[in-house]
């Protein structure tokens, strides 16, 4: 029974390990070095990686220089199973052209993606340039090529804070004007629209998002509407509502924007925090602001990661950088010492444990995670330890990281044709060799991300260890060479396991509750962060433009991340377009000047050798 006994297309990633132009044959070894053999037809064409705005490159005609040994190679084709089982192939696609270099490693190539990238949402978000940038005209839904639904409609918090910060993060590193104009009226859209001041208490609540009809009336809805969390005031809603602003907050220093976070962060603190036990709630009631109400139901006194690690991501980070107060850098030491302690769970699953009850012990019957892995958490984990490593270093924080960098090629990870997977069961029953899917073996945009940033961050911290580059390389030459959508810009949510787009449902939108220029956008930020400062050693220019006397003593921080101590210097500055020397190199500030205008701030960040 269940004989392999009939046709099917699929896709081989590997490495080349020989090429016969004769009889028109490639030799390759998978991730894991299980080794394949493919047959060229006369139909088979090949492509370059591209990225977003490129046109096609073809490659038919440079086969036998592009598949040199040790090449990565996308393989899609067709098996045969007859009396030995053929592979013949439909299409090549390449990851790079130059021995062991990659496309996604050169200079600009994550730079010019997020330029694309946030082009496109100003265009199908507001029509520009064609119109004024207005969120007015911000929809949550946004079809494949960037329709809108029309008549009555729904603008989520979340997502426009999430495009803001993908408009703050492409500003920073191309310098243009639309991306900063896009990412501060967002923000002040959201302090408009969004923001509920209490007026006893001077906390800041930000709200799920308004509805407008189709005459614009509108309506401001606190509780939550998603199904995960509805009729509740979960903490992710309120830790992603400051993605965007802090973006933004690095580059203008809006003292508004500085005193809403400190606003926020009390709110944490205040009703969200076990004081107790440690940790994050998940939810809290929208009357009482209690986690412990009954009418939570499933959501009751429970935290997860995104209640206690997502702060960290989201917005922790970036406001410490831009602020370096101590009260962040320790509640950044809180959460990670909460995460090593709370969330491995090695003695059960290669993956950590990611929902609790109050009392920390495990829950496993929770909606539909049960007890499932999210892949692409565990390696979020690891990327963001490895970050926090850069300026409180703890073996605790490496080791966690370091295992999950080990366990997660194993359990998580397609050996046969690269990228990551979704949610899977977190322990395997009895005479099982694979970790079951939950739903499906596709591949979401956003877990890859975790992956990619997980090993270029392990490797520009630990440059000996040559597994942190092999997945690196492997993670982002499957995303750079399927994900990107050459036709109609920025993503695609998913894509099958074998790399075609898959545009069904939700899942053939570019912007939903998930997805709103900001996975794709954090990507291209810190990747071109740690593969020019720390992995390829080479200058990266950054763009500020700060309002007049906004920052604390006139320090405008330029660190672009946590990087290690002593890593780059800043080598020149320039304010306006003319040289300025009242910077620290080595503690990676300028000291700006006493204006009463706001400046353009150009700053080169340089590596030690």
């Not at 989201?314 to 107060?325: G, K, V």
């Not at 499932?372 to 926090?388: E, P, S």
């Not at 956008?521 to 050693?537: H, M, N, R």
Request: charged share 25%; aromatic share 14%; glycine share 6%.
């Amino acid at each position: 029974m269940n004989s392999l006994d009939f046709t099917f297309s699929d896709l081989i990633s590997g490495y080349v390990m020989a090429y016969d132009p004769v009889g028109r044959t490639i030799d390759l070894n998978t991730s894991d070095g299980r080794p394949y053999r493919a047959l060229l037809t006369a139909n088979t064409y090949a492509r370059q990686t591209q990225n977003i705005s490129e046109g096609w490159i073809d490659c038919g005609g440079q086969l036998e220089q592009l598949l040199a040994k040790g090449r990565i190679v996308f393989l899609y084709g067709t098996y045969f199973p007859e009396r030995e089982v053929s592979f013949e192939v439909n299409y090549i696609v390449f990851a790079g052209s130059d021995g062991d270099s990659y496309r996604y490693a050169d200079q600009g190539w994550w730079i010019d993606q997020v330029d694309s990238i946030a082009s496109s949402y100003l265009k199908w978000q507001f029509d520009y340039p064609s119109q004024e940038i207005d969120y007015a005209n911000y929809r949550t839904l946004i079809n494949l090529t960037g329709a809108k639904a029309t008549g009555d409609y729904l603008q989520e918090t979340d997502t426009i804070s999430r495009m803001v910060y993908g408009m703050a993060s492409a500003y920073m590193l191309t310098g243009k004007d639309e991306f900063l104009e896009a990412a501060e009226k967002g923000t002040e859209y959201l302090r408009d629209k969004m923001r509920f001041v209490d007026s006893d208490t001077g906390l800041i609540y930000w709200y799920h998002g308004m509805k407008v009809g189709s005459g614009g009336q509108e309506q401001k809805l606190l509780v939550s509407e998603f199904g995960d969390d509805y009729d509740c005031i979960p903490a992710y809603e309120q830790i992603y509502a400051l993605a965007g602003p802090i973006q933004t907050y690095r580059l203008t220093g809006d003292p508004r924007i500085l005193e809403d976070a400190e606003k926020t962060v009390e709110l944490f603190h205040t009703y969200y925090r076990d004081n107790e036990k440690g940790g994050y709630y998940s939810h809290v009631h929208a009357v009482t602001l209690s986690p412990h109400e009954e009418s939570l139901g499933r959501n009751k006194a429970k935290k997860n990661w995104n209640s206690v690690g997502d702060h960290a991501p989201a917005y922790l980070i970036n406001l410490w950088l831009a602020t370096q107060q101590q009260q962040y850098l320790d509640m950044l030491e809180e959460t990670f010492d909460t995460i090593t302690e709370h969330f491995p769970d090695y003695d059960s699953s290669p993956f950590v444990q990611e929902k609790f009850f109050d009392d920390w012990s495990k829950d496993q019957e929770w909606g539909w995670q049960q007890n499932r892995a999210v892949v692409g958490h565990n390696l979020k984990i690891a990327w963001n330890l490895m970050r926090f490593q850069g300026v409180l270093p703890k073996q605790e924080y490496l080791d966690l990281a370091t295992k999950i960098a080990e366990l997660m090629p194993q359990h998580g990870y397609d050996k046969q044709r690269f990228g990551w997977y979704d949610v899977v069961e977190r322990v395997k029953q009895p005479g099982q060799q694979f970790h079951r899917f939950a739903w499906h073996d596709r591949k979401a945009w956003w877990q890859q991300e975790q992956g990619i940033l997980a090993y270029l961050i392990l490797q520009g911290h630990i440059p000996t260890e040559e597994s942190y580059k092999k997945y690196a390389d492997e993670s982002s030459a499957f995303y750079n060479a399927f994900f990107l959508d050459q036709n109609d810009g920025a993503v695609y949510f998913n894509v099958l396991a074998n790399g075609v787009p898959y545009l069904l449902g939700t899942e053939r939108f570019k912007g939903s509750h998930s997805m709103s220029a900001y996975h794709s956008t954090e990507l291209c930020f810190l990747s071109t962060v740690y593969i020019d400062l720390l992995i390829e050693k080479r200058p990266l220019d950054l763009y500020f433009k700060p309002h007049p006397n906004g920052y604390l003593n006139r320090r405008l921080f330029v660190s672009p991340d946590i990087l290690p101590p002593k890593s780059v210097v800043i080598s020149a500055c320039e304010i306006d377009g003319q040289p300025y020397h009242d910077f620290d190199a080595d503690q990676l500030f300028v000291t700006l000047p006493s204006t009463n205008q706001r400046i353009k701030v150009k700053v080169t960040l340089t590596p030690c050798s």
